[in-house]
């Protein structure tokens, strides 16, 4: 339970960090979105209606109250499709590969294992191998 506890200052930290290094980023968030030929008007209300006029703690603390409640928002690149329909779209693959590669990493970690240690069956190697073999 402690270390479940310990992990949520860590992710508050991981995603101050992100977001406040994406802000930083060059080039304007809104200036992808929109079409480069509109008019200043335009360009003003599209910005007021994403909020990118407010200040950046305010963008912060909307931005993480919707990835909380599992609003990642739209798509930029498949023109408005929601992004959680997407990753979840691609979550079985993703998935089966996970599953797939631990077991195959398991299987050649044990079997290399056994194979240093029945080569080189001497002090140090057997000491990895207590670590390698707990795993196994």
């Given at each position: 339970?402690?270390?479940?506890?310990?992990?949520?200052?860590?992710?508050?930290?991981?995603?101050?960090?992100?977001?406040?290094i994406?802000?930083?980023?060059?080039?304007?968030?809104?200036a992808?979105?929109?079409?480069?030929?509109?008019?200043m008007?335009?360009r003003?209300?599209?910005?007021?209606?994403?909020?990118?006029?407010?200040?950046?703690?305010?963008?912060?603390?909307?931005?993480?109250?919707?990835?909380?409640?599992?609003?990642?928002?739209?798509?930029?690149?498949?023109?408005?499709?929601?992004?959680?329909?997407?990753?979840?779209?691609?979550?079985?693959?993703?998935?089966?590969?996970?599953?797939?590669?631990?077991?195959?990493?398991?299987?050649?970690?044990?079997?290399?294992?056994?194979?240093?240690?029945?080569?080189f069956?001497?002090?140090?190697?057997?000491?990895?191998?207590?670590?390698?073999?707990?795993?196994?």
């Open positions: 339970i402690r270390r479940v506890l310990l992990t949520i200052p860590l992710l508050f930290g991981v995603s101050v960090l992100t977001y406040g994406m802000h930083m980023a060059p080039g304007d968030p809104g992808m979105m929109m079409d480069p030929n509109i008019s008007e335009d003003q209300a599209f910005i007021e209606s994403y909020g990118l006029d407010d200040p950046v703690p305010v963008q912060y603390v909307r931005w993480l109250g919707h990835v909380i409640t599992g609003d990642f928002g739209n798509s930029l690149v498949y023109q408005g499709v929601p992004v959680m329909e997407l990753i979840l779209d691609r979550l079985p693959n993703t998935l089966l590969l996970m599953v797939v590669s631990s077991i195959w990493c398991l299987f050649r970690g044990c079997n290399t294992q056994l194979l240093v240690r029945a080569c069956n001497n002090v140090p190697f057997s000491s990895t191998g207590l670590v390698s073999f707990r795993w196994c």
